[in-house]
């Protein structure tokens, strides 16, 4: 999740363009799990990884040959072939990975800022995404807020209470997942042991 923390902030630097992807299903070996992200800016910069460099490059010359058309996709990779062009080069890489991409706009930016508000007052964030469509929802322990008239409320409330997050649900391209707040540490007393463990919590976010 300190990868998260990473990209969040990064969004929310500045006002640029960027482009998020999130890995929302997983079937066979991965690299990486469902909830894995990474962002892509406009300036080339970017945070995170998806697998272990199997589908990096891939991803982002699909998002930018989509351009400004980019809203809102789904795009698979079938890494289980071993054939010379194969996907699966690298550890990990040798099953089937859902890679969602959206383009951030401004209004979900603002949000992801609210996001981050919580995160930092303690509190976790539910985050609903309606895969193909503008539509997503974040809900607190107060309420929700997000871009989606209409929200099937009662059946993402069934979901988080009884299933397992991350989860893709596909009859409805639903994906939902739990943004826990940072763990604190508090160190008390200055001795010499307490500098390296200093060091190891900053360097592990």
Not at 72 to 79: K, N, V
Not at 86 to 111: D, L, P, Y
Not at 124 to 129: K, L, N
């Amino acid at each position: 999740m300190g990868n998260f923390y990473t990209m969040l902030d990064a969004l929310l630097e500045d006002q640029e363009e960027a482009v998020l992807t999130t890995i929302v299903q997983v079937e066979g070996s991965a690299y990486r799990k469902a909830g894995a992200s990474m962002l892509f800016k406009k300036n080339g910069r970017r945070i995170g990884l998806l697998s272990g460099g199997c589908v990096e490059e891939d991803v982002f010359q699909r998002i930018s040959a989509l351009g400004d058309q980019l809203t809102s996709t789904l795009i698979p990779y079938d890494m289980r072939s071993e054939d010379d062009l194969s996907w699966g080069m690298g550890a990990g890489c040798n099953g089937i990975i859902h890679v969602h991409a959206e383009r951030i706009t401004q209004e979900k930016r603002r949000h992801y800022e609210k996001v981050r508000d919580c995160l930092h007052s303690g509190k976790a964030v539910t985050a609903v995404t309606k895969i193909g469509s503008p539509h997503y929802l974040f809900l607190t322990e107060n309420g929700h807020f997000g871009n989606w008239p209409d929200a099937p409320l009662q059946d993402i409330q069934r979901i988080v209470s009884t299933l397992h997050l991350p989860h893709f649900d596909q009859t409805t391209n639903m994906f939902i997942q739990r943004i826990e707040p940072k763990p604190r540490l508090i160190l008390f007393g200055a001795g010499p042991d307490t500098v390296p463990l200093a060091n190891l919590a900053a360097d592990t976010g």
